[in-house]
């Protein structure tokens, strides 16, 4: 009910070790969620971070906001939608110049290693190489994008996806999204 609206700027410091565990709860992350904000420089190393719906490691769900050269390390577990390594679900937003490393695990619909859920976003010069592991939805990099773009970005981890919609870099894309100069390189095995 109290999203972030200001500026956040790590300035070149490390968060590290940052553990949450509410399984019940949604909106989880450094950032449970933002509106209008911008973020950036944010380091987040070795996170544990267990939530319901909209889970990341830095912003649960970003609204009309922006982010820049942050990252996440560590493992990330989203219990039934919207689950990303860095941002469980992004809306009208942009990513730029970051990455997660992490393994990302979703029980639910759209898991990806760097985004769950992307509608309306743009995700440049950023990648993802945890594993990523979910049910429908499931990507390397996005677990589903629409009406995004995602341009110089890349994943390298390995991705499996129990339900339909499964992909190397996204598990799903549609509603004029454009996928420009990026790659995949993981094994990926979906349903």
């Given amino acids: 009910s109290s999203r972030f609206t200001g500026s956040f700027d790590g300035n070149g410091y490390k968060i590290t070790g940052l553990k949450i565990n509410r399984t019940t709860t949604n909106y989880i992350g450094l950032f449970g969620s933002t509106q209008g904000a911008i973020i950036e420089n944010v380091a987040l190393e070795d996170v544990d971070i267990t939530g ?34 860095l941002v469980g679900e992004a809306e009208n937003s942009s990513i730029t110049n970051s990455y997660a ?33 979910g049910e429908g939805s499931t990507g390397g990099l996005v677990g589903q994008a629409i009406d995004s773009t995602i341009l110089n970005s890349y994943a390298t981890g390995s991705v499996t996806g129990t339900e339909i919609s499964t992909g190397g870099l996204a598990g799903g894309a549609g509603d004029s999204t454009t996928i420009t100069n990026s790659y995949a390189t993981g094994s990926v095995k979906g349903k």
């Fill in 52 to 85: 319901q719906n909209y889970t990341g490691g830095l912003v649960g769900q970003a609204n009309d906001s922006s982010i820049t050269n942050s990252y996440t390390t560590g493992a990330v577990t989203g219990k039934t939608w919207h689950t990303g390594g």
């Fill in 101 to 133: 490393t992490g393994r990302v695990t979703g029980t639910g619909i759209r898991t990806g290693g760097l985004v769950g859920y992307a509608n309306g976003s743009t995700i440049t010069n950023s990648y993802a190489t945890g594993s990523v592991r």
